[in-house]
């Protein structure tokens, strides 16, 4: 007579062998969450991110977790096809008259950071340096400035509407010729332009000189505003400087007529940040090498693009924290991380998280992949009913386990962000809840076989 007895893990029978159900068939009882009391959490400051090309963030707001947050915004501007009056059949130049000077402005992305309820002010100043380079570099951080003027040329005080709806406005004009944001300019810079125009200054025909006589322009919010931080598009190049001006003579004597320097996408269009922390939870936050545990700030920790703030994990001992489980092998890790309660809704939240590896200074070392060399990258659970369960899950596992198959042990070092190309876009944040009390905190998860034993039985 022949049989098969089938034991669960809990019992162990001396000469059966091992077998497992399947990967899919996941029992709750073998779904462990490691002691996340493990785990330590921080918050790290990366003192220097890439914002060249990314469009144009200016404006400042108060945050109540992350303190007084600034953006301005240089701009080069171009030369466009080169301005000069027409001429007439006997190729005589036909005299024109200056009318005004206006920078036009597009939101990008519909994005904004703080409250458009609040009016708030911004001034284009006149660079007073050329947009250049440092040796070997082919772009500009976020802790780079030039010196600008300190007389603006133009400033307007309004309430931003970055969710506007799109439409030709009242006066027929259609929308992407109007723009979202027009900022009258200085009446006799653009008178200057004309009066170079009539005398064929060879400076508005060539782009090289163009560039060395107007370098570029500064945007800057006032410093006494705490409103909303907002997207300049430098797409397409329809943010631009136009100057209006007529005919007096010829043709059409009178007629309306414009010519465009445009702020042309590239890497000479950057964005500085800075932040005020020191009336807040992160003012020891000074520079990268200096951590703030989240038990120093509220059981918090955050994340802001631009600024630079960023989630760190350190997991002490991997190996032995699962061998203590002795439960079997090891199916999948991930790591859930949950945003305060409704913080998500009052502010632009970076949906998409990676993963990077750093050294004792902070300082980051690699970014995690997984599977064909793909980045591993969150996915957010958004709890649209009671809103307290949506989250953020990664999967660590590609990572953590041949950790455990080739007996590492060491302490691990993880930095939670946007992906670093993307992290000095705009100023996303997110705040993370690591309460070791609360069901909203930092957690583990690692899920392992079911295993169960085969016995054969011979009388």
Not at 37 to 60: M, R
Not at 104 to 124: H, N, S, V
Not at 322 to 342: A, F, S
Request: with cysteine.
């Amino acid at each position: 007579m022949k049989f098969s007895l089938l034991i669960l893990l809990s019992i162990f029978i001396f000469g059966c062998d091992s077998s497992s159900k399947s990967s899919d068939d996941f029992d709750p009882d073998r779904i462990v969450i490691v002691d996340t009391s493990k785990i330590v959490a921080s918050t790290v400051f990366i003192d220097s991110l890439y914002t060249s090309g990314s469009g144009g963030v200016v404006g400042q707001y108060n945050d109540p977790y992350l303190g007084l947050i600034n953006a301005k915004t240089f701009f080069k501007v171009g030369l466009g096809v080169g301005f000069e009056p027409s001429r007439d059949f006997e190729d005589n130049i036909i005299p024109i008259e200056y009318d005004s000077l206006v920078f036009i402005g597009y939101y990008a992305d519909q994005k904004f950071y703080g409250d458009t309820l609040i009016k708030q002010t911004l001034r284009i100043h006149q660079l007073k340096e050329e947009l250049e380079f440092e040796d070997d570099a082919y772009g500009f951080f976020s802790n780079h400035l030039f010196e600008y003027a300190n007389e603006p040329l133009g400033e307007i005080r309004f309430l931003a509407k970055p969710l506007r709806y799109r439409y030709s406005d009242y006066s027929g004009e259609d929308y992407d010729e109007r723009g979202d944001l027009r900022i009258p300019l200085s009446n006799k810079f653009g008178e200057n332009l004309v009066e170079m125009a009539m005398k064929q200054n060879d400076t508005l025909l060539d782009r090289v000189k163009w560039s060395r006589f107007f370098e570029g322009i500064a945007f800057v919010g006032s410093k006494e505003d705490d409103a909303a931080i907002i997207k300049i598009s430098d797409v397409d190049a329809k943010t631009k400087i136009r100057l209006y001006y007529h005919d007096t003579k010829g043709e059409s004597p009178h007629e309306g007529r414009f010519h465009d320097f445009p702020i042309e996408k590239s890497n000479f269009n950057f964005t500085n940040y800075s932040a005020d922390r020191s009336k807040t939870i992160l003012t020891g936050l000074t520079n990268q090498s200096n951590d703030i545990k989240s038990t120093e700030t509220d059981d918090l920790t955050f994340i802001q693009c631009g600024t630079g703030l960023a989630t760190k994990i350190e997991i002490p001992y991997w190996d032995q924290i699962i061998l203590r489980e002795d439960v079997g092998n090891l199916l999948k890790v991930e790591l859930e991380l949950y945003p305060l309660n409704l913080s998500y809704r009052e502010y632009a939240m970076p949906h998409l998280l990676n993963i990077y590896t750093i050294d004792e200074d902070n300082e980051l070392i690699n970014q995690l992949v997984g599977e064909k060399q793909k980045p591993i990258e969150s996915l957010f659970y958004y709890d649209d009913d009671i809103f307290i369960n949506s989250h953020f899950k990664i999967d660590l596992t590609s990572y953590l386990k041949p950790k455990l198959e080739d007996f590492e042990s060491e302490n691990i070092q993880l930095l939670i962000m946007p992906n670093v190309s993307s992290m000095g876009s705009f100023v996303e944040r997110i705040v993370f809840t690591n309460e070791k009390k609360s069901a909203y905190r930092f957690k583990l998860k690692a899920t392992f076989k079911k295993i169960v034993f085969q016995c054969d039985y011979k009388s």
